[in-house]
C-alpha cells in the first residue's frame, strides 16, 4: 500500500473509523441525491412547459415518462444507498465489536463460575483406577521354539 493513501484495511478494525466512513459516503450520495433532483425537477418542469408540439399528447407524456423516469430510479436507487449506509455501520459495529465482547464476557463469566465452582467445594473425589486383568506370563519359550513352530504351521 502506498503511504499516500492514507488508508489501510486496519482502520476497520476502529469503529469510530467505520462510523467515520459511513457518514462521509452517506454525505457524498445525499449530494448525488440532490444533483439528480434537481435535473429531473428541471428536466419535469421543461418538459410540461414546453412540450413539442410535433407530437400528440399521448407521444409527449410517452417521451417526459422516458426522460424523467430513469432520474426517479437514480433517485431511488441513491436513496436507498444513503439508508444502506446506517446498515453498514451498525452491522460492523455488531460483527466486530459487540458480538465478540458479548462472547469474550461470556467466556470470562463461564470461567469465573467454574473457579468459583471448583474452589468452593471439597476436592472432588476421584475414582480409584481399575486394576487391569493382569495377563498369565508367558512360558519361558526359546526363542528358536518359536521360529520352528511358525514355520511347521
Not at 408540439?53 to 417526459?64: I, N, T, V
Not at 446498515?87 to 467454574?114: C, D, N, T, V
Not at 493382569?134 to 512360558?139: E, I, K, S, W
Amino acid at each position: 500500500m502506498s503511504e499516500k493513501s492514507g488508508w489501510s484495511g486496519e482502520m476497520l478494525d476502529r469503529p469510530e473509523m467505520v462510523e467515520a466512513f459511513s457518514t462521509q459516503l452517506r454525505g457524498g450520495l445525499a449530494q448525488y441525491v440532490d444533483y439528480v433532483a434537481r435535473i429531473r425537477r428541471d428536466a419535469e418542469a421543461m418538459w410540461r412547459a414546453n412540450p413539442p408540439s410535433e407530437y400528440g399528447s399521448f407521444e409527449a407524456w410517452w417521451r417526459h415518462h422516458r426522460t424523467c423516469a430513469p432520474f426517479a430510479k437514480l433517485q431511488e436507487h441513491l436513496e436507498e444507498a444513503v439508508k444502506l449506509t446506517f446498515e453498514l455501520a451498525a452491522q460492523h459495529r455488531r460483527q466486530r465489536h459487540e458480538i465478540p465482547a458479548a462472547r469474550a464476557e461470556a467466556k470470562q463469566a463461564a470461567a469465573q463460575q467454574q473457579a468459583a465452582l471448583t474452589r468452593g467445594s471439597a476436592p472432588a473425589r476421584r475414582p480409584a483406577p481399575r486394576a487391569e486383568p493382569r495377563a498369565p506370563a508367558p512360558a519361558e519359550t526359546d526363542f528358536m521354539d518359536l521360529i520352528r513352530r511358525d514355520r511347521s504351521a
